[in-house]
């Protein structure tokens, strides 16, 4: 079965650090997306990406945050400067698109800021 | 009011019980609804996609009312493995950004 691949799965940095986490989307997917999901809280939108472009962003993907297509398969987000708030797990979803909305998850990538 | 609000929970139940999670949303231009489940420290995986006409997957049944902006998800004869976090998701018009509620938890025990 086709899937989101994430890695690093554990990513630790220190505060002011840049950090680049990557996602494989599902091959024939078209749309992608990267959420966070802060410790005991709820999974949050951060971004979409469609056509190599931003799609929507929420208010809490500031001028810290970019996303980037560089090749045919991997979708990144960069964090340029990061802050101990940063931490949480961060998930990229792909979907199809043209009708067929459903998104896959990856498993994730643990960002621990100290 | 939140985007998307549901049930604070959680959920004590026993094996066999019948059980029900609500939830409401706020943009009434919202396109697309789905339920997923999350275990512990795991990524969201899809239950079900939720359709005007209501639809049904085996022990589990997912209605929407666009009028009241409601939508709920039912799970018949629970299972020790349906233990987990049930998350309300609605996305607007294209998908292009999907909306989260903070989930119910739902335990359910021998």
């Known amino acids: 079965e086709p899937e989101v691949t994430q890695t690093p799965s554990h990513q630790v940095t220190q505060m002011g650090q840049e950090v680049i986490l990557r996602c494989v989307p599902i091959?024939?997917?078209?749309?992608f997306y990267w959420y966070r999901q802060i410790l005991g809280q709820k999974v949050e939108f951060l971004v979409s990406f469609y056509n190599n472009e931003i799609s929507e962003k929420s208010e809490i993907f500031d001028d810290q945050f970019s996303v980037e297509r560089p090749d045919g398969s991997n979708f990144t987000l960069k964090i340029r400067s990061t802050k101990l708030e940063d931490s949480a797990m961060y998930f990229c979803a792909s979907s199809g698109g043209q009708g067929e909305d459903i998104q896959y998850f990856g498993a994730g990538t643990r960002l621990s800021v100290l | 009011r939140k985007e998307v609000e549901q049930d604070p929970g959680p959920f004590n139940v026993p094996e066999g019980a019948t059980v029900a999670f609500n939830c409401t949303y706020s943009n009434s231009a919202s396109q697309s609804f789905f339920w997923y489940r999350q275990d512990c420290r795991k990524e969201p995986k899809l239950l079900m996609s939720?359709?005007?006409s209501g639809n049904e997957d085996g022990r589990f049944t997912a209605q929407l009312n666009r009028a009241s902006q409601y939508i709920s998800l039912l799970i018949r004869d629970s299972k020790l493995s349906d233990s987990a976090t049930y998350l309300c998701?609605?996305?607007?018009?294209?998908?292009?950004?999907?909306?989260f509620g903070a989930g119910t938890r739902l335990f359910v025990k021998a």
């Open positions: 939720v359709y005007s």
């Open positions: 998701v609605v996305g607007n018009t294209g998908g292009f950004k999907t909306i």
């Open positions: 091959s024939n997917h078209l749309y």
